[in-house]
């Protein structure tokens, strides 16, 4: 079982950028594969981008490509998500979820673990 936390969310004007860590307890992350996702009000949960297990995978959904990066920290079982260049249609709930299995998936339910979510709101 896997418990994940997610932080750093908030409210910041367009062109700003956000932080967001992923805290995971009950495993090591560190055989896991991490993926957020987002979502916007009315619309469905999206694939943003996600890192394999040895941080040398990772892929980004065709929206965040060049504003975003992941990395993760398996010793302090954390994943971060550096969010540059942020725009009003970044607004969302941003969630974390893990999967057991390798390679980055960005279907949600092949993820089995996810987080509460945190807010990210952009202000034009």
């Known amino acids: 079982q896997v418990q994940l936390v997610e932080s750093g969310g908030g409210l910041v004007q367009a062109g700003g950028s956000l932080r967001l860590s992923c805290a995971a307890s009950g495993r090591t992350l560190s055989s896991t594969t991490i993926a957020w996702f987002r979502q916007a009000p009315g619309k469905d949960r999206e694939f943003v981008v996600g890192?394999?297990?040895?941080?040398?995978?990772?892929y980004f959904g065709d929206p965040v490509k060049g504003r975003f990066t992941i990395s993760r920290d398996n010793a302090k079982n954390t994943v971060y998500l550096q969010m540059n260049s942020l725009k009003p249609e970044d607004t969302a709930i941003y969630y974390c979820?893990?999967?057991?299995?390798?390679?980055?998936?960005?279907?949600?339910?092949?993820?089995?673990?996810w987080g509460q979510g945190t807010q990210v709101t952009v202000s034009s």
């Open positions: 890192i394999g297990w040895s941080s040398d995978s990772t």
């Open positions: 979820a893990a999967r057991g299995g390798r390679g980055i998936m960005v279907g949600q339910r092949l993820y089995d673990y």
